[in-house]
């Protein structure tokens, strides 16, 4: 997560989003950079609601607006099952190392899924509050230029973003029938992405 104080906007760390890229470009540039632990880093509305809002409006920052990336979903799903096949993770319940794609997709829709399956969801992650937290300005992972064009006009200009923490390449087919289940069950996260207007050129 980065907050920069003074042009009023918090970049949420959404996993699986280039954010990690921005931090490592913009972090020096930022008033503060949430690093560790995960839980905090990769915060989402109702964590930052709860533990952050409350310490920047006692700053003076009642104002501070929330940006989101999200990442189709299919394609974000996929990136986790990807990153989950790494070495590091070899014989850990959270690898998918020996596993079909559509047997981590069908196991991701259950209601409790398995650790290797347990990702959790971008939608229920940039969920608003009751009390009005919310996020203020969402972009579509797949429209870096909006996202740059728009830190632009508050940041000013941005140096090259660099490509960080990129998923081993695999084969990521799917059957139709199990995509079906997919849709259904994470609807949330289709209507979400689906919401968010291309900005870009």
């Known amino acids: 997560m980065l907050v920069f104080w003074n042009e009023r906007i918090v970049l949420l760390s959404v996993p699986k989003t280039g954010t990690h890229a921005y931090a490592q470009a913009l972090g020096p540039r930022a008033s503060m950079v949430v690093t560790d632990p995960p839980d905090l880093k990769h915060a989402p509305v109702y964590r930052y609601n709860r533990f952050f809002r409350p310490m920047f409006e006692k700053m003076g920052a009642a104002d501070l607006e929330l940006v989101a990336v999200i990442r189709?979903?299919?394609?974000w799903l996929g990136s986790w099952y990807r990153y989950r096949q790494r070495p590091a993770l070899d014989g850990r319940p959270t690898s998918t190392k020996g596993l079909t794609f559509d047997t981590f997709l069908q196991a991701s829709c259950e209601s409790d899924p398995p650790a290797f399956a347990r990702v959790g969801s971008q939608a229920k992650f940039v969920e608003a509050r009751p009390n009005g937290t919310a996020v203020t300005h969402f972009f579509r992972y797949e429209d870096q230029a909006g996202l740059r064009a728009f830190l632009e006009t508050r940041l000013g200009d941005l140096p090259e973003i660099p490509t960080l923490n990129v998923s081993p390449a695999h084969?990521?087919?799917?059957?139709?029938?199990?995509?079906?289940?997919v849709r259904a069950a994470r609807a949330s996260d289709f209507v979400l992405w689906d919401s968010i207007p291309v900005r870009g050129a």
């Open 171 to 181: 084969n990521l087919s799917m059957s139709p029938e199990v995509e079906g289940e």
């Open 72 to 75: 189709e979903p299919l394609s």
